[in-house]
């Protein structure tokens, strides 16, 4: 992908450690989320793709975040029970089934990206002109390098963490 040297390990393991404290930062959101709306950050991430790719089918979510078909059944059951997630038999393949967001499940996303906005806003306006640059530039190598990575690498996470689906 790039032609720079390999990075230090010890630059990695740095880098390791405060993408680590960085998405801690976001806890309080999470914990909030769950407190108040009773929803899991698993919930979250499957509405969010819902939002994303109206009409997604339970395999496609299941693919999305590594988990299992019965897993995903389990995760869009519960947001169905709770009114955010509404299914719609596919009008072309009977055997598919669409997912979508209700409106209820839309505020819900909408009033967790308006929360995570004014957070993370409140952290960068902080920052100085210089550091927010480089942040930007670091973010998006970052994204770059990730992209990458997925399309040479699709099963990492399997590989990362192996047999968990098995459990």
């Known amino acids: 992908m790039s032609t720079s040297p390999p990075a230090s390990e010890h630059a990695v393991d740095t880098a390791i450690r405060y993408f680590g404290k960085a998405v801690n930062m976001f806890d309080p959101l999470r914990f909030r989320a769950w407190a108040e709306m009773g929803l899991t950050t698993a919930q979250l991430r499957v509405l969010f793709l ?3 790719s109206p009409g997604v089918t339970a395999g496609e979510l299941a693919h999305k ?17 709770m009114d955010l997630v ?5 009008e072309s393949d009977r055997r598919l089934v669409r ?7 839309n505020a819900t996303c909408n ?9 993370t806003r409140r952290i960068l306006i902080e920052m100085d002109h210089t550091d927010l640059e480089a942040f930007i530039a670091g973010l998006k190598a970052f994204v770059n390098a990730s992209e990458y990575v997925s399309r040479v690498e699709p099963d990492l996470a399997a590989v990362a963490m192996p047999g968990l689906n098995h459990a």
Do not use: A, H, W, Y
């Open 99 to 105: 997912n979508l967001l209700t409106e209820q499940g």
């Open 65 to 81: 975040i590594g988990v299992t078909p019965p897993t995903i059944s389990g995760i869009v059951d519960r947001l169905v029970k």
């Open 50 to 52: 819902v939002r994303e």
């Open 111 to 119: 009033r967790m990206e308006q929360g995570t906005e004014v957070f």
């Open 86 to 90: 509404r299914r719609e038999d596919d």
